[in-house]
């Protein structure tokens, strides 16, 4: 192979794709592999969804773009699909989740300088976080590996333990303008935040009269069986970044807010040339479409189920490869007692695509669309793979 001129920031896998199509992904040399990481939860509705592929074709017949200082109808479209579907009164389109992230962060500053209060900056994030790669999300991830030899860290983030009550309590003082939380850490390792602790942070959130701001860039657009998964937990939040599955493998983000929480964002306080262009809407608005259609989340509940159980059984079946399963819905992490990379190399070989994840896990997130023949394809692979590991462990132990 040629040698790249590409900056060498990824560990890419030997492995390219030519087509892809529902939940399968195909090399040039007709390799076929079932893609349970569907671009990290982006391909919300699988590969080149009819629906998603129509709307794209159409729209790129008419218009690409405009910029915002025009009306886009798509825009507006997609803001009120948004708007009936949740918490929010308001929509910020972006093209990517740090973006989303941003938006919602300079909505919690901005809403307090608003309020005559502008000392309160400071937003409190958790241990194990990752809310993207721009220099502020970064230091809300506080992760010292995205954050080393990029110069001082972005200040107004306090970082907690997960999980540690006490400390978050100490956090929040006369600074404090919110608390910034995945409902479930992706990056991080499949880590669920309990429903019942969610509901906590919320009410500490009314208490002390500052934000909850929810990173739902993975967890969301049907990705846990609920359109959002803070619905689980009966709470909503004050502002709320979303990406990846929004735009079915289109570049699209959004922050959405309540009209309170978003009353400061005045004209000239925030833009972006391509966010919410004709393309990105035309798709945003054909994936909400499929995802709110009746019964589309009761049947991705239903699958996941499915899916987590039969993983279940894998997971007691090969003790020495795996710890546990955890996380919800099509959202899903296998803890390895094996380094996680190298059952990652074995599903491969199997022909199954899956995701590695901090805490030494492997991410499960096959596209929404899965069907209950390719649930069990996908298991029946994995278990290949454990098998196979298992026999190499069993073979080195031997040596
Ligand atoms: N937040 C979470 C929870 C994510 O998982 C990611 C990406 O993996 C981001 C934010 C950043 O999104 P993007 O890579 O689109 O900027």
């Known amino acids: 192979m040629e040698a790249s001129s590409l900056y060498q920031t990824y560990s890419r896998a030997n492995l390219s ?39 794209l074709e159409a729209q790129a017949g008419k218009l690409w773009h405009v910029s915002n200082v025009y009306a886009i109808d798509g825009q ?14 308001r929509v910020f389109c972006t093209n990517s989740g740090a973006e989303a992230l941003e938006c919602a962060i300079k909505t919690a500053r901005r809403y307090f300088y608003a309020k005559g209060e502008p000392d309160r900056v400071d937003i409190i994030t958790f241990e194990g976080a990752f809310h993207g790669r721009t220099l502020a999300t970064i230091a809300a991830g506080g992760q010292e590996k995205y954050l080393e030899g990029f110069g001082p860290k972005a200040p107004g983030f306090v970082q907690v333990p997960f999980g540690d009550h006490e400390a978050l309590l100490d956090a929040i003082g006369e600074t404090t303008a919110g608390i910034l939380i995945e409902p479930i850490q992706g990056e991080g390792g499949v880590r669920p935040v309990p429903t019942e602790y969610l509901r906590e942070l ?89 995802v709110l259609t009746e019964g589309f989340l009761e049947e991705v509940q239903k699958k996941a189920l499915m899916l987590k159980q039969k993983l279940a059984g894998v997971v007691d079946g090969h003790p020495a490869v795996f710890e546990d399963i955890r996380g919800k ?58 098998t196979a590991m298992e026999s190499g462990l069993e073979r080195g132990a031997a040596e």
Request: glycine residues 14%; contains cysteine; negative net charge.
């Open 329 to 386: 819905g099509l959202m899903l992490g296998l803890k390895c007692r094996v380094t996680n990379t190298d059952l990652l190399a074995r599903f491969r070989e199997a022909g199954l695509l899956a995701v590695g994840a901090g805490d030494n896990v492997l991410r499960i997130l096959p596209p929404l669309t899965i069907t209950e023949a390719e649930i069990g394809e996908a298991v029946s692979r994995i278990e290949q793979a454990a």
């Open 202 to 290: 919320r009410k500490l959130c009314d208490d002390n009269g500052i934000l909850l701001i929810l990173d739902e860039v993975q967890t969301g657009v049907g990705r846990t069986g609920k359109l959002f998964a803070h619905e689980w937990a009966g709470i909503t939040p004050d502002i709320m970044a979303i990406a990846k599955g929004i735009g079915g493998g289109f570049p699209l983000g959004a922050c959405l807010a309540t009209e309170e929480a978003a009353s400061g964002m005045k004209p000239g306080t925030h833009g972006t040339t391509y966010g919410g262009n004709p393309l990105a809407m035309a798709v945003g608005n054909a994936v909400l479409d499929v």
């Open 76 to 89: 507006e479209e997609f803001a009120r699909k948004l708007t009936q579907a949740t918490f929010a009164d």
């Open 17 to 55: 794709f030519a087509r892809g199509e529902g939940v399968w992904l195909e090399t040039a040399d007709g390799r076929r592999f079932l893609d349970c990481a569907a671009g990290i939860a982006v391909n919300s509705l699988g590969h080149c969804h009819p629906a998603l592929v129509a709307a």
